[in-house]
């Protein structure tokens, strides 16, 4: 495979050619992920969202990602799955047809659900110029392994390292085979693999036709200029702030192997245009399955929290993150050793990200908002059918976000580690489940008060009505959502089980393979965002329409803003 053939001087480019290409780009990605959606066979992928769509160039850097996707998929799992494959096949042994896996943990530093799969896009006569790769990472349903709670990775399931899927055109049977006995789920693995297969295809043939219209030097110019357009704004994104060491401090409940609060200290450096954010201060890799790697964790949270500062005007490729820097020893949560346990690697990622922001609240009083309830609130059905099939289905809950300088805080919406994933259709979740959700409403009080309150939770009780196991997973229960600019923080969130036969209730923040019979009762209550200002301030119109709107209870409203409610519900000050 030849490289490619650079102009040696610059090409010129008009303007409106170059919007084309940029705004082509993007929607690729984006027609791919709606294909996906259309054809996946698991609900975790058609209605979850757990999957993301990226372009590369032909080293493997960023150019272009679908607007939707799980960001902590694209801020670098795609390119470090790319790089890999060059660094074992080289460019000469990728070619046309070509489909190549990745989920090992020394490249991405992710659970082993999360495989990117890529194929080479070439063009020119015989297809000979690579000019990059379709990427497309999918959490597989299920790919063996503990669930998900081994001493070390070598329990949590099948580890795929840069391998061919197909090979010039053609499938690689083996593979196949291997993928198939290696799963609970065959038939939605293999259904998910094959809409992940499509969206590969498709997408690296739409690119190239896009190739083919304007030319390689031409393409290859207009991806130069978008990647450095990205690199101003980011560097002048920067160049506001004022320069300093910003700091904050929190904490993870604790590791799921132990019961010890992990500390999540971050430093912030702004000097002129650049940004370092060093993560020295965390805590060290755990014997619990919350560890990340390098790039996987580390360099992924980085990048997602200066996205979010960046605002969503500016897309995200590598261009963005070329100020950015990152401090990160080794031998950190983030920056793990390949064989330690990754099940959960995501779970620190919401609470880092959220402090990477917090970090900056003085030098941007304006824009940076409360905290946001940060945890995934996972929980987790599975077991056997009546008929012997394996069932397992993952619902995650919708929180608040912080309020900010404006306005209240927004949600119930995911984590700042998941874009746009969605909450399953609990019509769905009751085909498919042996439950009945009989409540799902607003968590009334969960938002931090403030001037602008935080954005409120979610209940959601689930009745079980026959033999399953079940899995949780939430934190930030001893260290809630804080406010900011004199804001209150947010409620956190807590899991309640109540034993049908017993009518004992316990809590069930974090269980693992934990049994439940009929008519026992599952109750998922979220957390809320923190507020922004001091309450005193807020308006009454305001608390008036929450109070309404049944967002906050009468005690609160007289506890948190310190009004009086009349005979007739209306609120006035003391």
């Known amino acids: ?5 650079r102009p040696q001087a610059v090409l010129a480019i008009d303007p409106v050619t170059l919007e084309v290409i940029r705004h082509r780009l993007v929607s690729i990605t984006n027609q791919i992920d709606a294909n996906i959606k259309r054809t996946a066979f698991s609900p975790y ?3 979850y969202n757990d999957f993301a769509v990226g372009l590369t160039d032909a080293s493997g850097a960023l150019i272009a990602q679908c607007t939707g996707g799980m960001p902590p998929f694209v801020a670098d799992s795609v390119g470090m799955a790319v790089r890999d494959g060059l660094s074992i096949y080289t460019r000469e042994r990728l070619n046309h047809g070509d489909v190549v896996l990745c989920n090992h943990a020394a490249v991405q530093g992710q659970h082993l659900n999360n495989t990117v799969m890529y194929t080479p896009i070439c063009v020119g006569p015989d297809r000979a110029t690579l000019i990059g790769f379709f990427a497309i990472n999918v959490h597989w349903i299920d790919i063996a392994g503990a669930v998900p709670f081994s001493p070390d990775i070598f329990g949590e399931g099948l580890q795929l390292r840069s391998i061919k899927l197909w090979k010039r055109g053609e499938p690689v049977e083996e593979v196949y085979r291997i993928i198939e006995s290696n799963t609970r789920q065959p038939t939605e693995l293999l259904g998910d693999i094959a809409a992940q297969l499509a969206g590969c295809l498709l997408g690296r043939d739409l690119v190239a036709d896009l190739v083919g219209k304007y030319g390689v030097a031409t393409f290859e110019r207009a991806v130069a200029i978008i990647l450095d357009q990205s690199e101003t704004a980011a560097r002048a994104l920067i160049r506001a702030m004022p320069d300093g060491v910003y700091t904050h401090e929190t904490f993870l409940d604790n590791d799921r192997a132990g019961d010890e ?6 430093t912030v450096i702004v000097a002129g245009d650049e940004m370092t954010i060093d993560y020295s201060g965390i805590a060290d890799q755990v014997k619990g399955p919350i560890n990340s790697g390098w790039f996987g964790g580390g360099q992924t949270t980085a990048r997602v929290a200066f996205k979010y500062l960046m605002g969503a005007a500016e897309m995200a490729n590598e261009g963005t993150f070329r100020p950015l820097k990152l401090m990160l020893p080794p031998g950190k949560i983030l920056s793990a050793d390949p064989t330690a346990p990754m099940g959960n690697y995501s779970t620190p990622f919401p609470t880092v990200i ?5 970090a900056l609240e003085k030098a941007l009083p304006e824009r940076v908002p409360g905290g946001h309830f940060g945890t995934h609130s996972g929980v987790r059905f599975y077991g056997r059918r009546p008929d012997g099939s394996y069932f397992a289905t993952h619902d995650s809950g919708h929180g608040g976000w912080g309020a900010c300088a404006s306005h209240d805080g927004a949600g119930p919406f995911r984590t700042m580690a998941h874009g746009d994933t969605r909450i399953i259709p609990l019509e769905l979740q009751e085909t498919q489940l042996p439950v009945r959700i009989e409540e799902f409403s ?7 008060a403030g001037t602008f309150r935080g954005g409120l939770g979610l209940r959601k009780t689930y009745r079980v009505l026959g033999p ?6 939430l934190d930030r229960t001893r260290f809630p959502p804080w406010g900011v600019q004199g804001g209150a923080e947010g409620k956190p969130g807590r899991f309640t089980l109540w034993r049908g036969e017993t009518g004992t209730v316990r809590s069930i923040e974090k269980e693992k393979g934990f049994a439940l019979a009929a008519g026992d009762l599952v109750d998922v209550e979220t957390g809320g965002g923190g507020g922004y200002g001091p309450a005193a301030k807020r308006a009454l119109d305001l608390i008036q329409r929450d109070l309404d709107a049944g967002y906050i209870s009468a005690g609160a409203a007289t506890r948190d803003y310190g ?3 009349g005979a007739d519900g209306k609120v006035g000050r003391c």
Do not use: F, H, W
């Open 563 to 565: 009004v009086t409610i």
């Open 468 to 473: 399953c196991e079940l899995q949780t997973n």
């Open 45 to 47: 992928i058609y209605e």
């Open 261 to 266: 609060p992990l500390p999540i200290r971050i």
């Open 354 to 358: 959220d402090a990477v922001i917090k």
């Open 1 to 5: 495979m030849q490289d490619i053939a």
């Open 442 to 448: 607003l968590r009334e009080d969960s938002g931090g």
